[in-house]
Each structure stands twice: as structure tokens, then as C-alpha cells.
């Protein structure tokens, strides 16, 4: 049976994390990393999974959900100490890193250890990380996978906690036959809990099938954006997007951006362009190695850089608290990516900006949009004649782009050209190192068949 645990969204509750019956010294914990009071989601949640529910939490991005799932897991880890404790499956590498950072500073004062288990990293080192049984694992589902069947000695029969966050993304990136087997190994006596910013089908059968009469939290019942957000767009021609995007950097200098682009070549195009005009700009974009993916995020997280580019895999779960405007550069296919994007600004009760470029070829796509969200964004105020004045430097700045793209993919090409060619050549010589001990073998063989029949 589900219970449905909405909340009204006007009602101003001064309640803090003890009133939610969190020990003391996670409050403390919380202080220090200044949650002064628990979000929506948070009020909601915590109480009901400290009774020893199942849970599913519906919520808005950028609402606390980490927190929701990380202090009663903590919480009940004080009162019950056990090595092998939880597992969180998350959707992205990006999101794993940030969670396993949350469990490590609410836990910093009670000596939590967390092992994150992600792809692109070396799995060696992995293995032995989990040999030292960690409390908690914050893992993909397909490299844990990996672990479960390969790595010796590891099981996770003794769990007492799964979560999962971002469940409706896990299942869209076609992970269900991973997260099918994962269930089949963890015990059916165990805690769940399924945070999910949408209650897809997918979500539904999954729910069927990992959870027990859980209690249904949703602090939104339909998609929307945080009320401090101020939405605009910009109705301009494709071919001048470039000149748009450098105006508004130079308008609105000092704050830090996030850039959306659709793919990952178009990620590094409009970081070369933005460099040669003088801005710092940094790419993070599916095709980078795990280790450029966690510098890129080190360096905006820390404010050495203010201008972070991507693709999608930034939309999602990404807690970076300082981003004051968010530019949808190409727009998203998918309506709802929309809001995800848009969510990393304004977030935790700040103020924020976001501001979409829609061409001729994307109108239907803006007004799919704004039917979902349910209203009609402002025209974001341009003076196109400003913008025109910047057209030479732009083109210029194109090219020299263009180029060093053109560098870069032909460096590459030739690199994995050498590799083929030192793979070829290694296998030629094994070829040649076999048919010479064929051979021998062949001589050796004759030789000694000589001397026991040859006088006959």
C-alpha cells in the first residue's frame, strides 16, 4: 500500500534536523556544512525512513534529495555499526563522486568510510577498496556488476540499505538488466528507498518489484521550476548564436555560466571560441577521460574557472551551489532535460537565471517547453545592433576554433592509426615467434624419429 505524503507549498515550517529525530551529531554536522533547516523533501522523507520504511520520493531537482537518504542511512549506521551497510546506484560517474563527498562530510565526525565504483577508473584499485568493506558503496550499476562477478570474495549479503537516486535516469540509460541482477544478490530483508524526479512506468515496475509497502513522498506533483528562477529566452537567427552567446558573456561578466551544448564536438567548439576571445571556459562532456571529467568539475566547484560547457551529463543531480546563470545553447531534445538544466541554478532557496537561444529550426521544440512547464517565458532583452559590432571578432575567433578542432581530431586519428600499427605489428611477430616453434618442434621431432627407425 502506498501512502501519498503531499505537502503544502505555502506552509512556512521553522523545524530543524533534530525535530526530525536525527541524532544529534549529524545535526551537528549539518550546522557545520550549513544546513541551517531541512528542504521539503527532506521534512517529508527522513521521518518516515526512520520508522523503518521503504520510501519513494518524488521530488523537484535541486530540493536536498542527498540529504533525504543520507542521514537516516547515517543515522541507523550509529546505532547498528556494520561494515557493508549501504549501496547507492546512481545514474553517472559525475553524481557518484558528489555523493560519496555528502556521505564523507555528514560522516566526517564518525569515521564513515565510502568506496565510490564507477567505469573509468582502474578496477584493480576498486577491488581493493572493496576488500576493505566499506560502510558505504556509491556505484553505476554496470561496474558494480563487473565487481559482483568478478572480484573474489566480494558480496553484498549483508546489506541493510539500497538506494537508488535519479531512478528514472538509471532505467533510461538502459540499465535494468544490471539493476535485475543486483537485486538478485542483495537480501529481501533490507531497506529501500527510490528517489526519482519523475514516476515513470519503468519506475513503477521497478518499484513492484524492489520495494515493500513503501510510503510515496512527492513535494511536486508535476514538472515545474523553482519559483527564484527568472526564465527568458531569445529568439535569434542560428547563424549569428555565437555572436549572442559572446554579447551575453560580456554583458553579464562576473558571474559564473554553465553552457549547454548538444554534443560533445560542439562542447569543445565553443570552448576554443570562448578561450580566443579571452574567457576561461572549461569543456565537460561524455567523451572526456573520468580523470579531465573530475578536474573540469574540481576547478568550477572551486571557482578557478566561471565558465563550465556540457552536455547532459552535467543536467542531472550536479550540486554546485554558485551558478548564477545557466545559457541553453542548443536546445533540448527532450522537454524535460529542460528543467534539469535549468536547475543547476537557484538552488537551496538562492535566486538564479537561466536564458535559452531558440533559432528558426527550434520552435517547436521551445513551445513543447513552455507547455510543460506551464507558462510563457520573457523575451530576454538583446540590442542587435551591440551584438553585430562583435560579428568580426566572432568569425575570427571561429576559425582559429575550427582549426585547432581539426588539430585535435587528426591527433587523435593519428594516434590510434599508431597504436593499430604497433598492435599490427605485435601480432605479426607473435605470427612469426609461433611458426618458428612450429618448426623446431616439426625438426626435433623428424630427428629423433631418424634415430630410432633411420638404420632399418
Not at 53 to 71: H, P, R, W
Not at 131 to 151: F, M, S, Y
Not at 166 to 185: Q, S, T, Y
Not at 266 to 294: D, E, T, W, Y
Request: one cysteine or more; aromatic letters at 6%.
Amino acid at each position: 500500500m502506498i501512502i501519498l505524503a503531499n505537502m503544502a507549498e505555502g506552509n512556512i515550517d521553522e523545524s530543524n534536523f533534530e525535530d526530525l529525530g536525527i541524532n544529534e551529531v549529524l545535526c551537528q554536522a549539518c550546522t557545520r556544512l550549513g544546513w541551517k533547516s531541512p528542504t521539503k523533501i527532506q521534512k517529508e522523507a527522513i521521518p518516515v525512513a526512520l520508522e523503518g520504511k521503504d520510501v519513494i520520493a518524488l521530488a523537484e531537482t535541486g530540493s536536498g534529495k542527498t540529504g533525504a537518504f543520507a542521514l537516516p542511512v547515517l543515522h541507523t549506521l550509529l546505532e547498528n555499526p556494520q561494515r557493508l551497510y549501504a549501496l547507492v546506484l546512481t545514474p553517472t560517474r559525475e553524481l557518484a563522486f558528489q555523493i560519496s563527498e555528502q556521505f564523507e562530510a555528514l560522516g566526517s565526525s564518525i569515521g564513515i568510510k565510502c568506496a565510490v565504483i564507477v567505469g573509468g577508473i582502474d578496477i584493480m584499485t576498486q577491488s581493493l577498496a572493496l576488500t576493505k568493506k566499506p560502510h558505504v558503496i556509491i556505484a553505476t550499476p554496470g561496474r558494480l556488476v563487473d565487481h559482483l562477478e568478478n572480484t573474489k570474495g566480494f558480496n553484498l549479503r549483508s546489506l541493510k540499505y539500497l538506494i537508488m537516486d535519479e531512478a528514472d535516469r538509471i532505467l533510461n540509460m538502459d540499465f535494468e538488466e544490471e539493476v535485475d541482477k543486483i537485486l538478485k544478490v542483495l537480501p529481501k530483508e533490507r531497506h529501500t528507498y527510490l528517489f526519482s524526479a519523475t514516476m515513470t512506468k519503468k519506475v513503477q515496475k521497478l518499484q513492484r518489484a524492489s520495494l515493500q509497502n513503501p510510503v510515496k513522498v512527492e513535494v511536486s506533483t508535476k514538472f515545474q521550476t523553482v519559483e527564484k528562477l527568472q526564465q527568458s529566452y531569445i529568439f535569434i537567427p542560428n547563424k549569428f548564436k555565437d555572436c549572442y552567446l559572446v554579447s551575453i558573456m560580456n554583458d553579464l561578466a562576473g558571474n559564473s555560466f554553465m553552457i549547454f551544448c548538444g554534443t560533445c564536438n560542439n562542447v569543445q567548439r565553443i570552448c576554443l571560441l570562448l578561450r580566443h576571445l579571452g574567457f576561461h571556459a572549461i569543456p565537460l562532456h561524455g567523451q572526456m577521460s573520468q580523470s579531465k571529467r573530475l578536474g573540469a568539475l574540481n576547478k568550477y566547484k572551486s571557482k578557478t574557472r566561471t565558465i563550465l560547457v556540457a552536455t547532459d551529463v552535467a543536467s542531472r543531480g550536479l550540486d554546485i551551489p554558485h551558478v548564477d546563470i545557466v545559457i541553453n545553447f542548443d536546445i533540448p531534445t527532450h522537454s524535460k532535460d529542460y528543467i534539469h538544466r535549468v536547475g543547476r541554478t537557484a538552488r537551496a532557496g538562492r535566486s538564479g537565471r537561466s536564458i535559452t537561444f531558440v533559432t528558426q529550426y527550434d520552435v517547436e521544440l521551445y513551445q513543447r517547453i513552455e507547455q510543460l512547464i506551464g507558462k510563457k517565458l520573457p523575451l530576454h532583452p538583446m540590442v542587435e545592433e551591440e551584438v553585430m559590432l562583435l560579428v568580426e571578432r566572432v568569425t575570427e575567433a571561429q576559425r582559429y576554433a575550427k582549426l585547432e578542432l581539426k588539430e585535435m581530431h587528426d591527433s587523435k586519428k593519428r594516434s590510434i592509426d599508431i597504436d593499430d600499427e604497433s598492435a599490427s605489428s605485435t601480432v605479426e611477430g607473435l605470427t612469426k615467434k609461433m611458426k618458428q616453434d612450429q618448426d623446431q618442434k616439426r625438426i626435433k621431432k623428424g630427428s629423433k624419429f631418424k634415430k630410432k627407425f633411420g638404420k632399418r
